[in-house]
């Protein structure tokens, strides 16, 4: 009679126990995940905080970098570089960042950052990462990662576009966790340039140019003649996107009111006029999504909420007998934020 052999079954014994140590020891997991984490921090517990003025930038890296100037070319136009690179034993890591030229980047930024690549990483002779790469962002900037090995080595680079400043991060090393401390540890401080309207009384911060204007507004059946601070980005949106009506929308506006306007009182009178401007931008959906702020103990009232996935914001103060709007939509909530903290009272 033949033999039959029994053949070992093969498991992936590991990940099974892995799971079973997971579901039975969670708390000695995340424990383990803690340790894993401190030991990272503790070998990279050496490296300094890099802070660049001029750049708007900080970032955690081995050790003080060399500070230098480089001129490249892309999409056919010089690009002048300032440089931080810092070399550690067979490691490398750097900063880069430039400013653009509305010319260069007249197709947008999600365009401008795909047609670049090529020449970055013909630069840098990492032509190989070019299929290696993924979309990211950084407080809502369009940015592009590459990731992969060259020499032996570990290759990561993200770029980012900050308004019209193009930062690069590049980091060669050994250690995947080395690479991704540097990366994570970068924070840039986009600036916005603030606008202070001597008439106005009041200073605030625009992504972009802005432009003045009048209005006349019906609102709580009192015509209001409003002076009207507008600024529209269009910036992060590609040519065949872009409109006039298209991109963010930030707007302050202010007006002086009649003797009558807060009766019967001025948290009803907020709320009315809140109600009409969202029926005149059709923003109806924000009436319910109404609460009660202040500004220097000045009274206001919010609005705040997502309509067809895009953030918007009103807010409203009564200063003395000026009544401020403050009007922003956009993408993304932190430039939301960003521009209604930065309203502040001369």
């Known amino acids: 009679m033949k033999q039959i052999v029994k053949k070992p079954v093969r498991i992936a014994i590991v990940p099974i126990c892995m799971a079973l140590w997971v579901g039975i020891f969670p708390n000695v997991t995340r424990a383990l995940e803690v340790v894993v984490a401190q030991q990272v921090r503790s070998s990279l517990s050496s490296w300094e905080a890099f802070t660049s003025e001029g750049g708007q930038f900080n970032v955690q890296i081995p050790r003080q970098p060399e500070a230098r100037a480089r001129t490249t070319t892309v999409l056919g136009k010089p690009i002048d570089w300032n440089v931080f690179r810092a070399d550690e034993g067979s490691e490398t890591y750097a900063v880069v960042y430039t400013d653009l030229t509305d010319a260069i980047t007249e197709g947008g930024s999600k365009s401008f950052l795909a047609s670049i690549v090529n020449d970055l990483l013909a630069e840098a002779e990492l032509e190989n990462l070019a299929e290696r790469s993924q979309r990211i962002s950084f407080s809502g900037y369009p940015g592009r990662e590459f990731l992969g090995v060259s020499n032996g080595q570990i290759v990561a680079i993200r770029l980012y576009l900050i308004e019209d400043r193009l930062y690069g991060l590049f980091a060669r090393t050994d250690e995947l966790s080395h690479a991704t401390w540097f990366l994570e540890s970068f924070q840039a401080r986009p600036l916005w340039p603030v606008v202070t309207s001597v008439s106005g009384n009041f200073s605030v911060a625009f992504p972009v140019d802005y432009q003045e204007e009048t209005d006349t507004i019906e609102l709580n059946g009192e015509q209001l003649n409003w002076t009207l601070y507008k600024a529209r980005d269009t910036f992060h949106l590609d040519d065949r996107d872009r409109t006039s009506d298209d991109g963010d929308l930030y707007v302050v506006g202010y007006t002086d009111l009649p003797e009558n306007f807060t009766t019967p009182s001025i948290e009803t009178s907020l709320t009315k006029v809140g109600n009409e401007l969202l029926d005149r931008v059709n923003l109806q959906p924000l009436q319910e999504h109404g609460r009660s702020i202040s500004l220097d103990n000045y009274p206001g ?46």
């Open 301 to 346: 009232r919010e609005y705040i909420g997502i309509v067809s996935s895009r953030s918007i914001a009103l807010r409203l103060y009564v200063v003395d007998r000026r009544l401020y709007a403050l009007i922003s939509v956009a993408d993304d909530v932190e430039s939301v934020s960003r521009f209604l903290n930065s309203f502040t009272l001369q």
